[in-house]
């Protein structure tokens, strides 16, 4: 018998409730759960209430702004994070990346552009939980072990390295494929689903994040940039 996953459960964050009534009315007709909040204050009230897959958060809000925000759930390993904002600033997408988004649009931006972003990351999630075919489940490398199923990450000496949904996405394709050369548009496939990079260096963003939660526990550089090529994963690496 076919099993499937339970509707996505998504919380948008916006002081507009014209924009966060649109939102969600778009989502809903696409399968998915939503919940609203028009601030820091009754984000966490959904937040305490209902187990939420992704947070589509407004940087410009009232009282604690989306980057402080983003910093706190991404720090704590909550809930996949899509920023959204309406200064379009490159300095302000490429923090709200480092801070821990999984991806980042700028406003105005069309219904379905936003749905092919939230899809990417959910679809990211549901392989996580599920297990993708195909794939193993335990990868062990260099000390660190990492369970896709539980999207944990064991370092070699017994800690947990916290990472969103798009930067477990990038480990889980340096994992499948170690030792090889994986370039830009691969690895973007992976972290966005293939469609366009939203901030124009996400991926190389991204990357940077995880290189420095893993080199911080490690001997040595784990992820090797192969100039004009890509990057490699410079690690033997056992599945189960």
Known sequence: MQSFLPARQILVVDDDAGLREQIAGYLREHGYVLHL?????????????????????????????????????????????????????EVDRVLGLELGADDYLSKPCSPRELLARVRAVIRRLDEARSGAPGRAKVYEFLGFMVDAHRRHVRTPSGTTVLLTAG??????????????????????????????????????????????????????EIIRTMRGAGYMLDAKVSRA
């Open 167 to 220: 930067e477990f996405a990038l480990l889980q394709a340096f994992l499948d494929n170690p030792q090889r050369i994986l370039s830009r548009d691969q690895l973007l496939e992976h972290a966005h689903g293939g469609e366009p990079d939203p901030a124009g260096r996400a991926v190389d963003v991204q990357i940077s994040r995880l290189r420095r939660k893993l080199h911080a526990e490690a001997d040595g």
């Open 37 to 89: 909040a028009g601030d820091a204050r009754a984000m966490e009230a959904v937040l305490a209430a209902r187990s939420i897959d992704l947070i589509i958060l407004d940087l410009m809000l009232p009282g604690e702004d989306g980057l402080s925000i983003c910093r706190r759930v991404a720090g704590a390993g909550g809930p996949a994070i899509v920023m959204m904002s309406a200064m379009g600033d």
